[in-house]
């Protein structure tokens, strides 16, 4: 699987979510078999680069490469000055988001909403390609089916998307008019995959190595990238990798790897925002560690009121310490895809 001249290690990405797939999070996907990664999305609106927002997003100190960012925005100037702002700071492929359905990047038209006016969106894709391309950072493109039921445009987009040198599309399987209700479907990612001789990454609802599988043979795609499936259980990548290799599952991890895990994440986490917000922005991803855990929703409810690193990281240890003493392994994965964290997205701001 090869993006441009970058060669990666396997098929399996882990998707841009805005707040959680921060560098600690990317990276520590990608240790437990993610092949790729790409940042949460950079505003184009020059005047938030100097925001700390930004810049944390911009920073990708130690982090294995090829290091991709994902830009937003709805002006093809500012958006192809992102992209040589992001190359400046150490970004080798830029990914435009023509994805997300976040309101306030809609209403400033940009995001999925781009997909309504092809022409704008072409105009951003070429200029892009413009900034990126002689200075060998490949551009790749992050979209949905289409904006709603009756304009699925994704193969019309995605074609004069890789006519005008985009080297890579990615498609969640639903309209932008759906946000993140329903579910995804395939059949418009089989027909963008049969259309275009760049690769097509699917994406929407792959929560399991039998959906994984399930989803490659579906839409025939290049890879597969996941997205909430990966909150608390970035071991997924390793899962289906082995799922996919052998046919067989992975046995589940062990507690005392979880924990270890955790822990180390958890102080990477706090390295980059520092102790206050460190530990307020820690407790989502602890929350889904635990959360289908007995005790969990209890521990929860109790991490909310730990408010420095230090209680944090022993009340971690301690919960699975004790879940050590009931069982080795991690229960078999439940699901938990969140309505209210998919409406607290919805409402995010690039
Ligand atoms: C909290 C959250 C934040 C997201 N932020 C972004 C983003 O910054 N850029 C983007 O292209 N998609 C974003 N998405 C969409 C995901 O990349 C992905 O397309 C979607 O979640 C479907 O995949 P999944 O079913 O595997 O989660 C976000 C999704 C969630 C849940």
Redesign the pocket.
Known sequence: MKIGSFELPNHLFV??????TDRPFRQLCKALGAGYAVS??VTSRKDLWNSLKTSRRANHEGEAGPIAV?IAGTDAAMMAEAAAYNIDRGAQIIDI?M??PAKKVCNKWAGSALMQDEALALQIVEAVVAACVPRGVPVTL?MRTGWCQTHKNAVALARAAESAGVQMVTV?GRTREQGYGGQ?EYDTIAAVKAALRIPVVA????TSPEKAREVLRRTGADALM????AQGRPWIFREIAHFLATGEPLAPPLVVEVQRLLLEHLQDHYALYGEYTGVRSARKHIGWYVKALPGGEAFRAHMNTLEDCRTQVQAVADFFDELGVRMDRMPAAVMH?SDT??EE?MELAA
């Not at 998707?15 to 959680?20: L, R, T």
Request: aromatic share 0%.
């Open positions: 998707a841009p979510m805005a707040g959680v949460e999305m994902q988001n994805g997300c992050k969640h995804a994406n929407g609802d792959i996941i997205g909430r499936a895809t964290q998919d997205h």
